[in-house]
C-alpha cells in the first residue's frame, strides 16, 4: 500500500488568528525524511518540469533521504537562490506536485497524492539558513569587472541579483519602498512568510556584494540612460504589477473601501497592526467584505480577520467571488486556512455598487448573482449574472482584491520602452531583453500576475542572457 | 537625509510650522516646481508626502505644520538628525510656462507649496499675483519670500490680526472683479481650494489645484490618494498631485482626507503630543 502524504504541523485556528505569527510550522526532520521516502524516484522524473526555475526535484529529495541535507540545500540553491521563501508562498499544487507522478490526473487539484515537494524545500532551505551554509561565488575575471542595476526588489529583481552576484557580477538593486522584497514584504502577510525568513534571504544576497539602495525611485530620480552613463553594463527590471484594479462601479471612493495592496500594505509594510506602536493607521470594520478569489483576496481577508480579532471585534469577513470555488486561482492551502480561520465565502456574486452614508463610509454592497456559463480564455467557466437576482449587504468596510496591472512610474518615464495593451512590457521571450537594448525584464511587469516562482524563472531567463552578453563583450 | 538646517517658521500655542533644509543631492537635481517628496521620521513612522519648496546643489527644503502624529514628531528632529526614509521627486511637475496674468492663492501651510510655481512662473515673465492666507498673524509664512516674486500681493488673516481681515477667497473675488486673468493656482486646506475653483470658474478661468489626499506608498500602489476628477478615478500621487479645480469632487475628497481621524487624535493622545 501506498504511504499516506507527511501532514505538516499547523497552529490551531483560534490560537493563530489572535496574531500575526507564522500558521505553517513546517516539518519536523523526521516528518521530512518520511515524505522524502514516498518519492518514487522516477527514472524520468516529471516534476521538475512543473517547476519554472527547473530545480533537481529528484536529485534534491535523493539527498534527502541519505540525510545529506548539505548537498540538498546546494542542489536547491544551485537553481533557486530562494528556497525558504518559495518552499513557504510557491503554489506547489499548481507547478512542481501538480506534475509529480503520484498526481492523478483529470482532477483540478488532485496534488493531494503528490509529494509535498514545497515542504521538503523549506526544510532544507530553513536548514541551510540555521547552519549558514554559504554558496561559493563562481569567479569569472571578465564578468567580475562589469556591473549590472536591478530595478525592483521584489521576487524577479532578488532572484535576478543572485544569478549574477554568484557569477561575481557587481549588482545594485534600487527600491522604491524603504525596504526591499517588493510584494513580499508589502503583500504576503508575515503568517505567512515570517520577515526574519525575508530578512535572512536579503541578507543572504547582501553577502553575495549585492548593494541595495532602498527609497530610490528611478524614472524619477534617475533615467535608464543615467544608469547606463554611471557604467551599468546593463538594466533588468523586476517593477511588479503593483498598481491595484478597481471594480469601476459606483460608490467605490467611499471612505473604508480599500484596494487589497492599500489593506495589505498598511499591515504589512507600514505596520498598522501594530498601531499605535506603529503610527501608520488602519480602519477595521465589523462587517468586513473581500471581493476577489485570489491569493490576494485570501491574504486580505485572513489579515482582516486578525485585525478584528486584535481590536476586540468579533471575527466578521465574507469573501464574495464572482465565480465557484473550484475556479478560485488561489491557492488550496489559502483557501483551506481561510475556511478554518472563520472566514465565509460567498460565490458566484457579482458586486454591482456600494452604499454609503451622508459622512461618505461604505455602508452597504448591492450584488448580483450569477450562473457559470461557457469557457472563457482563461480556460475557466464565465460568470453570467443573473437578471433581476439583486441583493444587499451590510458592510462597514470592502477591500477590492481583483487584480493588479503594471506598474507605470517607470515605463511612463522611459521613452522607446515597448508595451502591450496590458501595459506590460514587451520582451523577447527567449532572452527577456525589452525594446531597449541592454534593458531586461521579468516577473509581473512582463507577464501580468503570476506566481513568485514564475517571476523567478523569467528573472533566470534574463540573467543568463545578461551573462551572455556581458561574456561575448 | 541629515538635516542640515531648521528654522521655526510660525508658532502659536497649537501648532508649529518649521522650515527643514535636508541634505538630498540626488533629489535636488531632478525636483521641479509641485513635486514632492516622501518622508519617514522613523521605521514606525508614516509615510507623509511633503512639497519641494525649495532647492540648492546638495539640499531640499521642506516646509511641516504640525497636525498629526508624524508632523508633529517631524518638527521635533533637529540639526544633524535624519530622516528614516526620504524619497522622490514624486508626482508630476506644475506646468510651467507663460500665461500671462496668473493669481496664486496659498492657505496656511498651502503657502509653502505655492512659493516654487510662483517663483517658477515668475521666471516665465508671467505677471504675478498672490493671495496669501492665515489664521492669524504669527502664522503667516514666507511674506518676503513670496513678496520679492510677486507683481501685487495680498494677505489675510481670519481675524483681521495683519493684513485684511478675512478669507483668501474674498480677496480672489475682488481681484478678479477688476482685472482680467489668465490662470488661478491654488493650495491650501480643500474648504479653500474647492472656494477658489468656485470662484475661478465663475470669471471662466482655468485654475489648477495641487491636492492632498492621504498617500501610503505615493507610487501608484495603493490608491489610498485617489480622487474622483470629472468622472475618472486618478491617483493624486502620480496622475497628479495637481488638478483641474473645476473637475475635482471636492465634497468625495473631504470625507476621504477625515478618514482617519479619530485615531490621529487618539494617537497623538497617547504619545503626547
Not at chain 1, 476586540?312 to 489559502?334: D, K, Q, S
Not at chain 1, 467557466?381 to 517607470?410: H, M, T, W, Y
Not at chain 2, 493624486?236 to 465634497?251: A, I, K, T
Request: hydrophobic fraction near 40%.
Amino acid at each position: 500500500m501506498k504511504k499516506e502524504p507527511i501532514k505538516v504541523k499547523e497552529t490551531e485556528p483560534l490560537q493563530r488568528t489572535a496574531n500575526f505569527s507564522e500558521v505553517v510550522s513546517g516539518y519536523t526532520e523526521g516528518q521530512t525524511l518520511k515524505e522524502a521516502a514516498r518519492c518514487l524516484q522516477c527514472k524520468n522524473p516529471t516534476c521538475i518540469a512543473g517547476c519554472p526555475v527547473g530545480v533537481d526535484i529528484k536529485k534534491f529529495i535523493f539527498q534527502i533521504t541519505q540525510k545529506d541535507y548539505d548537498g540538498a540545500y546546494f542542489t536547491v540553491r544551485e537553481t533557486n537562490d530562494f528556497p525558504s521563501i518559495c518552499g513557504r508562498v510557491c503554489p506547489a499544487e499548481y507547478q512542481c506536485s501538480k506534475t509529480c507522478v503520484l498526481t492523478k490526473k483529470g482532477s483540478p487539484f488532485a496534488s493531494e497524492r503528490a509529494i509535498n515537494i514545497h515542504f521538503l524545500e523549506r526544510f532544507v532551505g530553513d536548514y541551510g539558513m540555521k547552519h549558514n551554509l554559504e554558496v561559493s561565488i563562481q569567479k569569472n575575471e571578465r564578468l567580475t569587472k562589469q556591473k549590472v542595476a536591478v530595478v525592483g526588489s521584489g521576487p524577479a529583481g532578488l532572484c535576478c541579483a543572485g544569478e549574477l552576484a554568484r557569477r561575481g557580477i557587481k549588482i545594485v538593486i534600487f527600491e522604491s519602498l524603504h525596504k526591499p522584497g517588493g510584494v513580499l514584504r508589502y503583500g504576503i502577510p508575515p503568517f505567512r512568510l515570517p520577515r526574519d525568513v525575508l530578512d535572512f534571504e536579503i541578507n543572504y544576497l547582501k553577502n553575495l556584494g549585492v548593494e541595495i539602495m532602498p527609497n530610490f525611485i528611478v524614472g524619477k530620480l534617475k533615467s535608464l540612460d543615467e544608469l547606463f552613463a554611471e557604467g551599468f553594463q546593463a538594466i533588468f527590471l523586476g517593477l511588479g504589477a503593483g498598481t491595484p484594479s478597481f471594480l469601476g462601479i459606483s460608490g467605490e471612493n467611499f471612505c473604508n473601501v480599500y484596494s487589497a495592496n492599500e489593506f495589505l500594505t498598511r499591515v504589512n509594510l507600514m505596520g498598522a497592526y501594530k498601531f499605535p506602536e506603529f503610527h501608520t493607521p488602519i480602519n477595521v470594520g465589523k462587517n468586513i467584505l473581500v471581493i476577489g478569489g485570489g491569493n490576494t483576496a485570501m491574504d486580505a481577508a485572513r489579515v482582516a480577520l486578525r485585525l478584528q480579532k486584535i481590536n476586540g471585534i468579533r471575527p466578521n469577513v465574507t469573501l464574495f467571488y464572482r465565480r465557484t470555488e473550484n475556479e478560485m486561482p488561489a491557492r488550496r492551502m489559502e483557501i483551506e486556512h481561510a475556511k478554518e480561520e472563520g472566514i465565509k465565502f460567498q460565490f458566484l456574486v457579482k458586486p454591482e455598487e456600494f452604499i454609503g452614508d451622508n459622512e461618505g463610509y461604505v455602508k452597504r454592497m448591492r450584488a448580483l448573482r450569477c450562473k457559470l456559463g461557457e469557457l472563457d480564455s482563461s480556460g475557466r467557466r464565465r460568470p453570467l449574472p443573473i437578471k433581476g437576482s439583486d441583493f444587499e449587504i451590510d458592510c462597514d468596510e470592502a477591500i477590492i482584491a481583483i487584480g493588479l496591472l503594471a506598474n507605470q512610474v517607470l515605463v511612463k518615464a522611459t521613452q522607446n520602452l515597448k508595451t502591450d495593451k496590458y501595459s506590460d512590457i514587451v520582451v523577447n521571450p527567449e532572452t527577456m531583453e525589452t525594446s531597449i537594448k541592454r534593458v531586461y525584464a521579468g516577473g509581473d511587469i512582463v507577464g501580468g500576475e503570476g506566481t513568485v516562482i514564475e517571476a523567478m524563472g523569467m528573472a533566470k531567463k534574463a540573467s543568463q542572457a545578461i551573462v551572455e552578453y556581458l561574456s561575448r563583450k | 537625509m541629515k538635516i542640515l538646517n531648521k528654522e521655526i517658521l510660525a508658532q502659536t500655542p497649537d501648532t508649529r510650522i518649521t522650515r527643514l533644509k535636508v541634505h538630498a543631492p540626488l533629489i535636488a537635481k531632478k525636483a521641479l516646481p509641485g513635486q514632492f517628496v516622501v518622508v519617514m521620521v522613523s521605521e514606525a513612522g508614516e509615510r507623509i508626502p511633503l512639497t519641494v519648496v525649495d532647492k540648492d546643489k546638495d539640499k531640499i527644503t521642506l516646509i511641516v505644520q504640525e497636525v498629526g502624529l508624524s508632523t508633529k514628531l517631524l518638527g521635533k528632529l533637529n540639526v544633524g538628525d535624519s530622516l528614516y526614509a526620504l524619497v522622490g521627486p514624486m508626482g508630476h511637475p506644475a506646468e510651467i510656462k507663460k500665461y500671462g496674468k496668473v493669481i496664486l492663492v496659498g492657505g496656511g501651510v498651502g503657502i509653502a507649496e505655492i512659493y516654487p510655481v510662483a517663483k517658477a512662473l515668475k521666471g516665465k515673465d508671467n505677471y504675478i499675483a498672490t493671495i496669501l492666507g492665515a489664521k492669524t498673524k504669527a502664522l503667516l509664512i514666507l511674506q518676503n519670500e513670496l513678496k520679492a516674486v510677486s507683481d501685487e500681493l495680498v494677505i489675510t488673516t481670519d481675524d483681521g490680526s495683519y493684513g485684511r481681515r478675512g478669507f483668501t477667497t474674498d480677496a480672489l473675488q475682488e481681484l478678479l472683479g477688476k482685472n482680467e486673468y489668465d490662470l488661478v493656482y491654488a493650495v491650501g486646506p480643500i474648504p479653500m481650494m474647492k472656494k477658489v475653483s468656485f470662484i475661478a470658474k465663475e470669471f471662466n478661468i482655468k485654475t489648477i489645484v495641487s491636492l492632498n489626499a492621504i498617500m501610503v506608498d505615493a507610487s501608484c500602489m495603493c490608491g489610498s490618494c485617489r480622487v474622483r476628477v470629472k468622472d475618472e478615478v486618478k491617483f493624486s500621487c502620480v496622475d497628479g498631485p495637481e488638478f483641474d479645480g473645476h473637475l475635482v469632487n471636492w465634497d468625495e475628497l473631504e470625507k476621504r482626507n477625515n478618514i482617519y481621524k479619530d485615531k490621529e487624535k487618539r494617537i497623538c493622545k497617547l504619545y503626547k503630543l
